[in-house]
């Protein structure tokens, strides 16, 4: 019997649930999605088996979710198998040959889409086109309640700044958000104010991504430093939007001590 009982610890560590390799972790949801058998919302941090029956309340409901062996993945009401949705897996950034995005090439085509801004945000610029003094600035235009919004954007040398506290103030009073996360970019030189682009302006929350990040992280371990901050620049990428990945990596070690 002695030799008997070890053998069947064993057997127990191997089949015991809380360890299967075959089982999720939810990064982020959009939208309401209910696993059928327990009737529960999926929400950051939920643990389910790959055999789970996904409810999707709506069609453009989403989850991002993450098994250490087998990576990232995106759920849809139209591809959500996971034992089939492969097609589904997402290959990091770092694997993915793709051209980087510089505000020195156009701003217009810098500041476009969803925009990502973690708080505050410092980015280079040429000032040879775009010096930035008393008379030349970049600011942004917004609505809030019914009316538009200008605020110029600070700087520090060469670098624009975007802060989110000051951004969303009107009066010296703090406001919540504006009306939409519309925003249009003007470029001001001397009386002349210029145009450049509409786009939309994402500021995330911060306690929810924070979430999110050591949820990804705790699940890559074994990954390098470099490739841990690109799977955070593209999960953000692909369900936030575009970020300047130099502000992102100090954000991540500042918070996770990943440099």
Known sequence: MKSIIPALLILLFVVDPANSQSDFKVIKVNGTILLRTRGISLETG??????????FRSEDATAAVINSQKGRLILT?????IST????????????????????????????????????????????????????????????????I?????????????????????????????DNTKIKLFYR??????????????????DQLK?????????????????KIEEINSFINEFYGKIHRENLAVWIGDNFGIK
């Not at 939920?46 to 409810?55: N, P, R, Y």
């Not at 950034?93 to 973690?118: K, T």
């Not at 979430?211 to 490739?227: A, G």
């Open 85 to 148: 949705a492969k097609s589904n897996y997402l290959p990091p950034m770092y694997n993915i040959a793709s051209r980087g995005f510089s505000i020195n090439d156009d701003p217009g085509d810098y500041f476009s889409g969803r925009y990502v801004v973690l708080d505050k945000q410092s980015i280079e610029i040429d000032e040879k086109k775009f010096p930035m003094d008393n008379d030349h600035f970049f600011f942004f235009r917004y609505s809030f309640k019914g009316e538009d």
């Open 189 to 206: 030189k001397g009386t002349e104010s210029v145009f450049i682009s509409e786009f939309d302006l994402i500021f995330p929350d911060m």
């Open 46 to 55: 939920t643990v389910f088996s790959e055999k789970e029956d996904l409810l």
């Open 150 to 178: 200008n605020k110029k954007l600070g700087y520090s040398g060469n670098s624009l700044i975007i802060d989110k506290i000051s951004l969303l103030t009107v009066d010296g009073n703090p406001i919540p958000s504006a």
């Open 77 to 81: 009401s139209k591809n959500h198998d």
């Open 211 to 227: 979430k999110e990040t050591e949820i990804i992280l705790s699940e890559i371990k074994e990954k390098k430093p470099k490739e």
